[in-house]
């Protein structure tokens, strides 16, 4: 499908691929030239032929499955589990209710275990520089209670092919990916995005649900 615009992919936790194709159209135009009769030998005339090429952009940009050329269709989720150690032990809670467990009654530690955290990420376009952005689609939240996103951080294994940082709220600040070939006009780049939890503060318990939308942009 053709995409003029910039394609977009989201993240719940999540994330999801998107692909934009393009053709290229030719027109040729000619005109007419007559000359004659004469006695005159030999005799030559003119034509002239227009061409016109049009060569449409195209961007492809995927996070987690639809490996180029297949598209996505599913939304990735990336999740984080958060399991406490009790002081005095360290002695990790049996889940239940009146489970008795020895405890200094300093505050517990939490351990963070990622699942799902390291998602293929690909960009492809022929549109000049490429800009991607994160926008915060929904929070993360577990009924009133909520997380702020940018504790959500992200490191990439390529630095040509950075991830944005996730904002609170809206759309976070721009970041370029280096172009791969014909002054930056051509970009062919893929890397692996590792999301982690900064576990800043403590929370109240329950699962915490939001997600996150990457946009990849040309001028």
Same mark, same amino acid.
């Given at each position: 499908?053709?995409?003029?615009?910039? =394609?977009?992919?989201?993240?719940?936790?999540?994330?999801?691929?998107?692909?934009?194709?393009?053709?290229?159209?030719?027109?040729?135009?000619?005109?007419?030239?007559?000359?004659?009769?004469?006695?005159?030998?030999?005799?030559?005339?003119?034509?002239?032929?227009?061409?016109?090429?049009?060569?449409?952009?195209?961007?492809?940009?995927?996070?987690?499955?639809?490996?180029?050329?297949?598209?996505?269709? *599913?939304?990735? *989720?990336?999740?984080?589990?958060?399991? =406490?150690?009790?002081?005095?032990?360290?002695?990790?809670?049996?889940?239940?209710?009146?489970?008795?467990?020895?405890?200094?009654?300093?505050?517990?530690?939490?351990?963070?275990?990622?699942?799902?955290?390291?998602?293929?990420?690909?960009?492809?376009?022929?549109?000049?520089?490429?800009?991607?952005?994160?926008?915060?689609? *929904?929070?993360?939240?577990?009924?009133?209670?909520?997380?702020?996103?940018?504790?959500?951080?992200?490191?990439?294994?390529?630095?040509?092919?950075?991830? =944005?940082?996730? =904002?609170?709220?809206?759309?976070? *600040?721009?970041?370029?990916?280096?172009?791969?070939?014909?002054?930056?006009?051509?970009?062919?780049?893929?890397?692996?995005?590792?999301?982690?939890?900064?576990?800043?503060?403590?929370?109240?318990?329950?699962?915490?649900?939001?997600?996150?939308?990457?946009?990849?942009?040309?001028?």
């Amino acid at each position: 499908m053709k995409l003029p615009q910039a =394609p977009r992919t989201s993240c719940r936790f999540a994330l999801a691929g998107a692909v934009a194709g393009v053709l290229g159209t030719g027109i040729a135009q000619a005109a007419s030239s007559t000359v004659g009769p004469s006695a005159s030998v030999p005799l030559s005339t003119g034509v002239n032929l227009d061409f016109t090429i049009a060569i449409d952009k195209f961007i492809f940009f995927r996070i987690g499955d639809g490996a180029w050329p297949t598209p996505g269709g *599913t939304t990735s *989720t990336v999740s984080f589990v958060l399991t =406490p150690s009790i002081p005095g032990g360290p002695t990790t809670p049996v889940a239940g209710n009146n489970t008795p467990v020895n405890w200094s009654g300093a505050a517990p530690n939490f351990s963070v275990t990622p699942s799902n955290n390291a998602l293929p990420v690909e960009v492809r376009s022929n549109g000049g520089q490429i800009t991607l952005r994160a926008t915060a689609t *929904t929070p993360l939240a577990s009924g009133a209670n909520t997380i702020p996103l940018s504790e959500i951080t992200i490191a990439s294994s390529d630095t040509n092919l950075p991830a =944005p940082q996730i =904002p609170n709220t809206g759309t976070g *600040t721009a970041v370029n990916v280096v172009g791969t070939s014909f002054a930056n006009l051509v970009t062919q780049r893929s890397a692996t995005w590792t999301f982690s939890y900064a576990n800043l503060a403590s929370r109240t318990a329950g699962t915490y649900t939001g997600q996150v939308t990457f946009t990849a942009s040309s001028p």
